[in-house]
């Protein structure tokens, strides 16, 4: 079976600092991983993924997302935050190994509120 | 602009009553998905259909019901059977379930119960 967590259900930051969210994953084959944001009363828009390749994946609005296979990481990271960065930050997971009628699903994770304070 | 349009916003159900959600895309994808949103949770998937007249169930199938009569439309009953129906619901489209591709989420339809 294929899972996703976020360990953290707050992540709280200053304007101009960094950020990460972060993300660990389970899977019996290789990981398909993705990071959506979500802004209140909206569906989840789609940030980056990683596939195969660079370990270092860039995507929207300048975040970005390291793969670590060692530690089963995929954290989300952003050099310099903003106030408008403020929303509900999921990852997903998709098994590269998974057949029949688990084929291509999507488990997410819990989902982290990132607060980004002036 | 092409997307996905889910109708109505907010949604009320008595007890007893069976309530459809509607979605429309306009993408030409292929694979639709309903999820279901509790605070805290995450997305659990309900049920999804990679192809026109064939769906199937997800992991909290129970008590919700699914048709895929057109391309374009994914819409998703909750019966009276579903005794917590009470949650925000998001359906989803992409290109072809077996492609690598991000999933695109309408924006949403809240049910409450009455």
């Known amino acids: 079976a294929q899972s996703v967590a976020q360990p953290e259900d707050q992540v709280n930051v200053a304007e101009g600092n960094p950020l990460t969210v972060k993300c660990t994953y389970s899977?019996?084959?290789?990981?398909?991983l993705f990071w959506y944001v979500q802004y209140p009363n909206r569906g989840l828009q789609f940030l980056l993924k990683?596939?195969?390749?660079?370990?270092l994946v860039k995507g929207s609005y300048g975040f970005e997302a390291e793969f670590n296979k060692s530690q089963t990481s995929f954290h989300l990271k952003k050099p310099s935050a903003l106030v408008s960065d403020s929303a509900l930050y999921f990852c997903?997971?998709?098994?590269?190994?998974?057949?029949?009628?688990?084929?291509?699903?999507?488990?997410f994770g819990q989902g982290t509120i990132l607060t980004v304070h002036p | 602009d092409g997307g996905i349009t889910q109708s109505p916003k907010y949604l009320f159900r008595k007890e007893g009553q069976n309530v459809t959600l509607s979605c429309e895309q306009n993408l030409n994808h292929d694979a639709m998905y309903w999820y279901r949103q509790d605070p805290g949770q995450g997305l659990r998937l309900i049920y999804y259909?990679?192809?026109?007249?064939?769906?199937q169930k997800g992991d909290i199938a129970e008590g919700y019901s699914v048709s895929r009569e057109k391309k374009e439309s994914f819409p998703l009953t909750v019966t009276s059977a579903q005794k917590n129906p009470t949650a925000f619901y998001l359906c989803?489209?992409?290109?072809?379930?077996?492609?690598?591709?991000?999933?695109?989420f309408g924006d949403g339809t809240r049910l409450s119960i009455l």
């Open positions: 989803a489209s992409s290109i072809r379930q077996r492609d690598i591709q991000p999933q695109h």
């Open positions: 997903a997971v998709r098994d590269s190994n998974a057949g029949g009628t688990s084929y291509g699903k999507l488990t």
């Open positions: 899977v019996s084959g290789n990981p398909y």
């Open positions: 990683y596939i195969t390749g660079d370990n």
């Open positions: 259909s990679q192809i026109v007249n064939d769906f």
